[in-house]
């Protein structure tokens, strides 16, 4: 079985922001892409990283790869965290793109599609 990754990387805003008008003016050309294997997310700075990706955030991640709960109430109890804190990084790690939802029965459980998260750093 082929490990899916997410890679999650620093960027400086100037590069994020060229490297999309020239994704821009190749679609506009009609030039075509190849899909992306490996999902990205860049932040434009070692400290938006770590204030993204806290402690609990990536326990919560691990908690949820580990142990597949089926709502966010289950995920809460089996983090031993408050319901709403739960709930509000679960709204900020999927909106950077690191897990998903599904509604199921009144319920929202949370998915990660992934193995590993690979940092990359450029010096």
Do not use: C
């Not at 020239?22 to 938006?48: L, M, W």
């Amino acid at each position: 079985m082929k490990v899916k990754r997410i890679k999650v990387g620093i960027k400086d805003l100037k590069v994020i922001l060229n490297d999309f008008v020239k994704t821009g003016e190749a679609i506009e050309q009609g030039k075509r892409f190849k899909p992306v294997k490996e999902p990205e997310i860049y932040f434009t700075s070692f400290e938006a990283l770590r204030k993204a990706l806290t402690r609990k955030r990536l326990e919560l991640l691990h908690v949820i790869k580990t142990q597949k709960p089926q709502s966010i109430n289950e995920l809460a109890r089996m983090a031993k965290r408050d319901l709403k804190n739960v709930a509000d990084d679960l709204k900020y790690l999927e909106k950077i793109g690191l897990i998903e939802t599904k509604a199921t029965d009144r319920k929202t459980k949370p998915i990660i599609n992934y193995n590993k998260i690979a940092l990359e750093i450029a010096v």
